[in-house]
T-cell receptor
Framework: ETGVTQTPRHLVMGMTNKKSLKCEQHLGHNAMYWYKQSAKKPLELMFVYSLEERVENNSVPSRFSPECPNSSHLFLHLHTLQPEDSALYLCASSGRVPTDTQYFGPGTRLTVL | DAKTTQPNSMESNEEEPVHLPCNHS???????IHWYRQLPSQGPEYVIH???SNVNNRMASLAIAEDRKSSTLILHRATLRDAAVYYC???????????????FGQGTRLTINP
């Protein structure tokens, strides 16, 4: 059973909408991640947060805005997205030791019309 | 990040062993070998990791070549539930956030026949 939950599981939005994806971890971890998985492409790391501080921004467009209010919650705010942003967005968490396992949520399937 | 090479797909039969290969000829002395898998409609999940010695856990075994340039994930008795994409990933055991990255390739899509 995963200790990482994501809501909503599915989201359809127009290009002018603003929406947010939510991730919550119940594992006591202090590092959280957003990944993007597009069709027929490998998972791509988007953002990394450690102790609520962003430590990695992997050249992600500004229409994606992450927020980490505490070590248990992570948000991805979306605005003026493009159809090519349609993908599976995955959240993960881990401890801060480099070999720590990352635990993934089930993902949010996003469709941009 | 060091690269890994895996076959795009493999097929096996239920209740038979499965050997999933991974080549990592440019591996450095500080790289751990990690395996994750992604079941259909789910996020990836950790399977196993190792550095130099072979490793066993309840899910699988990891056999690492003596020169560390390749490794093999072994599922001893595959079930239908093992059908997934399997990713072989190198992670630097150094400090800093570069070591925390998981760089996913295309992985191997494993099909299990009943």
């Amino acid at each position: 059973e995963t200790g990482v939950t994501q809501t909503p599981r599915h989201l359809v939005m127009g290009m002018t909408n603003k929406k947010s994806l939510k991730c919550e971890q119940h594992l006591g971890h202090n590092a959280m991640y957003w990944y993007k998985q597009s069709a027929k492409k490998p998972l791509e790391l988007m953002f990394v947060y450690s102790l609520e501080e962003r430590v990695e921004n992997n050249s992600v467009p500004s229409r994606f805005s992450p927020e980490c209010p505490n070590s248990s919650h992570l948000f991805l705010h979306l605005h003026t997205l493009q159809p090519e942003d349609s993908a599976l967005y995955l959240c993960a968490s881990s401890g801060r030791v480099p070999t720590d396992t990352q635990y993934f949520g089930p993902g949010t399937r996003l469709t941009v019309l | 990040d060091a690269k890994t090479t895996q076959p795009n797909s493999m097929e096996s039969n239920e209740e038979e062993p499965v050997h999933l290969p991974c080549n990592h000829s440019t591996i450095s002395g500080t790289d751990y070998i990690h395996w994750y898998r992604q079941l259909p409609s789910q996020g990836p999940e950790y399977v196993i990791h190792g550095l130099t010695s072979n490793v066993n856990n309840r899910m699988a075994s990891l056999a690492i070549a003596e020169d560390r340039k390749s490794s093999t994930l072994i599922l001893h008795r595959a079930t239908l539930r093992d059908a997934a994409v399997y990713y072989c990933i190198l992670r630097d055991r150094g400090q800093g956030w570069g070591a925390q990255k998981l760089v996913f390739g295309q992985g191997t899509r494993l099909t299990i026949n009943p």
